[in-house]
């Protein structure tokens, strides 16, 4: 009878989780795991306003698309900044894993940024009940995170979360079953790439397009100093004639290119430190500090903030995917993580 009843529920509803960051969008679905992980992007058609591509597909026509078409980003620093394109890349995403919406809505958990305001929650409430949402309630990505990635939350003192993602830093200490406080810049992954396509400008002259900076920070970069030493060759536009050019660039190039913002998420994460009650020091020494989120993977990035906090840093196995895992967990156990999260009905929205 109760299985009966649980298969009547699964036809009748879905539990899902979505996170909806800066430069990916992830989604779980209760039974399925993580059901979809496609790059944040959507593109536009002028002529009839319409969405014409959304996800791998729009990312596909970044940089290469005709005129009358725009790839745009509906999330920054991981706020929603524009509504109906968020809306629109949700409803096209979601498309591909429901051919008809559940008869009942979906119950949904929603990763958002820690430190968000109450009108930039609201975003993230009202897109998702806009794709079908019944039941909608919120999560700070690094708590997220710290669910995901399995961390004892509930015994230990002074635990450090950090997720690293495209567009923020963002940090959460725990103590005893209790969040003490969260933080977050607004630096990350986009920032890096920002900076190898800078570098390559003022350095060699040649102008190169995002998925070239993504691919050579992605399988060249490096944040901490090593012995390894690679070169590869890109193409590019000259700046001086605008004529495609080949130029060489080397693994050491490509860190010093992203010292900066290297530097602004290592000495973020050392500000957020500073905030923790001095009663935790011990406890965060003992501990160290937990890593997770795409900008995790880059190689070094441990080294890098374990040279600059002194403490020890690790990485979950799966950091790009610690948040939406963690949805996954908070969703399916709210006695014992309804705490860490936020509805419409239990605060007061005030935009």
């Not at 009940?129 to 399995?150: D, S, Y």
């Not at 605008?242 to 010093?256: D, H, V």
Request: charge should be neutral; include cysteine; charged fraction near 25%.
């Amino acid at each position: 009878m109760k299985s009966l009843f649980r298969s009547v529920k699964n036809l009748l509803s879905v539990d899902m989780g979505i996170d909806m960051g800066t430069t990916r969008t992830r989604v779980f679905v209760r039974g399925n795991g993580v059901a979809l992980d496609e790059p944040s992007f959507v593109a536009v058609n002028y002529r009839d306003g319409e969405t014409e591509a959304v996800g791998k597909e729009a990312y596909k026509l970044f940089g290469r698309c005709p005129p009358h078409l725009e790839i745009l980003k509906p999330v920054e620093r991981g706020v929603i900044e524009n509504f109906e394109l968020a809306e629109a890349m949700l409803n096209g995403l979601l498309e591909n894993l429901f051919k008809k919406k559940a008869l009942l809505g979906a119950r949904i958990c929603v990763v958002s940024p820690t430190g968000a305001t109450d009108v930039e929650k609201k975003a993230f409430e009202d897109v998702a009940i806009q794709v079908g949402g019944r039941e909608v309630f919120l999560v700070e990505a690094p708590v997220a995170a710290a669910v995901g990635m399995g961390l004892p939350i509930d015994k230990a003192r002074g635990l450090v979360c950090v997720y690293l993602g495209g567009g923020t830093t963002q940090a959460a200490v725990f103590s005893e079953g209790e969040l003490m406080f969260s933080v977050s810049e607004p630096v990350g992954g986009e920032d890096l790439t920002e900076a190898v396509i800078s570098g390559i400008r003022k350095k060699h002259r040649i102008l190169v397009g995002a998925h070239t900076a993504e691919q050579l920070k992605t399988a060249m970069g490096s944040a901490y100093p090593s012995d390894r030493d690679e070169t590869r060759e890109i193409y590019g536009k000259s700046v001086m004639d605008g004529l495609p050019r080949a130029q060489f660039i080397s693994n050491w190039e490509l860190r010093e290119m992203m010292e900066g913002p290297l530097n602004r998420i290592a000495n973020a994460i050392k500000a957020s430190l500073e905030k923790a009650p001095p009663d935790l020091a011990a406890d965060i020494k003992r501990h160290g500090l937990y890593l997770c989120g795409g900008t995790a993977q880059l190689e070094g990035m441990g080294s890098l903030i374990s040279h600059v906090t002194g403490l020890s840093c690790s990485i979950s196995g799966n950091p790009q995917h610690a948040c939406i895992q963690g949805a996954e967990k908070v969703s399916g156990d709210m006695r014992k993580y309804g705490r860490f999260t936020t509805t419409p009905g239990s605060r007061q929205f005030t935009g």
